[in-house]
């Protein structure tokens, strides 16, 4: 059961972080008043409630992603970054489910990379479908020095992310959960998030590889102390494995929540 919550979380983790560089993507290669050809209201899964400023500075209000309220987005556009052809924007995110700062550079062979970024992404809004009938709860923590992504798959990843999305669905058997915490890296073309976390309820493992065409596989190693959390688990899908219950699964991202 905890890592299920963990997988759903995560999950809209990736997608929180594809949508943020697209918004960024749109932001440092049109002017402001041209955003609505990228983003426009006749979009399904991208809109926002009204765009201010100039190609060099301005703001999206309440820009949404299928229905998930990224935040209000300001950005700052480096005169000087457009001389290499490698067009730099400053982006902020506030007042939605993903809050914080970065750095996204636009290079050639279509090459995008975000950098020194400072994110807190509020999981709910990005897992839908829950976890065992519960609304999944808690936040993630992401600090970026540098992902640097292009057509081929990922390049460079250097990162960590923390969570407490195991905290909720763990209350309901009335135990305390743990948080999860890891790296990005790349493995190969794959853009890899590596989790994991222990407490004396037990400890969970968990990879999520991401390919250049946006399949992903996700597994899960789960060690819980409660007998009750094990047969939980085993009920949705979790199977014995060297003293371990794991779970694994793929797919093709395709929106939020998806």
């Not at 999950?11 to 990228?38: E, K, N, Q, Y």
């Not at 839908?128 to 009938?133: F, T």
């Amino acid at each position: 059961m905890k890592s299920a919550a963990s997988i759903s979380g995560h999950h809209g983790l990736l997608i929180t972080l594809g949508v943020a560089a697209f918004v960024a993507t749109c932001i440092a290669i049109a002017p402001a008043s041209l955003l609505s050809a990228f983003a426009g209201q006749g979009r399904a899964d991208v809109s926002y409630n009204s765009i201010e400023g100039t190609i060099w500075r301005g703001k999206v209000s309440r820009l949404t992603a299928d229905g998930a309220l990224i935040g209000d987005v300001d950005f700052r556009i480096s005169p000087f970054s457009l001389i290499g052809l490698s067009p730099r924007a400053y982006v902020k995110s506030t007042n939605g489910a993903v809050r914080g700062e970065g750095v996204v550079t636009i290079g050639a062979g279509q090459r995008i990379s975000v950098s020194d970024a400072n994110l807190e992404v509020d999981l709910g809004p990005f897992a839908r479908r829950g976890v065992l009938g519960m609304p999944v709860k808690g936040e993630a923590r992401v600090r970026i020095a540098e992902v640097r992504l292009s057509r081929r798959g990922c390049v460079r990843a250097e990162g960590d992310v923390w969570t407490n999305v195991l905290e909720a669905p763990a209350r309901q058997y009335q135990t305390d959960g743990f948080p999860l915490s890891g790296d990005v890296s790349c493995d190969g073309d794959d853009f890899v998030l590596a989790l994991s976390g222990e407490s004396g309820d037990g400890a969970a493992e968990m990879s999520i590889r991401l390919t250049p065409d946006f399949t992903y596989e996700l597994t899960a190693s789960v060690r819980p102390a409660e007998d009750n959390v094990a047969s939980t688990l085993r009920f949705f899908g979790f199977e014995d494995n060297d003293g371990a219950l794991i779970y694994g699964s793929a797919g093709v991202l395709r929106g939020v929540g998806s």
